[in-house]
């Protein structure tokens, strides 16, 4: 089992910048992928960004610039820097871990944090 908790949300204005923290704890080797995906009002969940075990990153088209994800092991704690953050990022934002065991995936998540960006 993989233990996710997120941190960092908050109020924001237009422009501004937000870091997001995700703090793994339990079976943290056998993760092999680690996200944020982001839930709006009214709306389903998106990926944000994908960091995975090698250190190849993607990201959703409407972040990239904006956000970048990193990790720091030593901490087993993955990032979501956020910069220059639009009234459209307003979401709750989910920290995510994928474990793979051939083509089987199982998903991890935390609880989410709510960051809403507003003047």
């Known amino acids: 089992q993989v233990q996710l908790v997120e941190s960092g949300g908050g109020l924001v204005q237009p422009g501004g910048s937000l870091r997001l923290s995700c703090a793994a704890s339990g079976s943290i080797f056998s993760i092999d992928v680690m996200g944020w995906y982001r839930q709006a009002p009214g709306k389903g969940r998106e990926l944000v960004a994908r960091?995975?075990?090698?250190?190849?990153?993607n990201y959703a088209d409407s972040v990239k610039g904006r956000f970048t994800i990193s990790r720091d092991n030593a901490k087993n704690t993955v990032y979501l820097q956020m910069n220059s953050l639009k009234p459209e990022d307003t979401a709750v934002y989910y920290c995510?871990?994928?474990?793979?065991?051939?083509?089987?995936?199982?998903?991890?998540w935390g609880t989410g944090t709510l960051v809403t960006v507003s003047s």
């Open positions: 960091l995975t075990f090698g250190g190849s990153t």
């Open positions: 995510n871990a994928e474990r793979y065991h051939g083509i089987a995936k199982v998903d991890y």
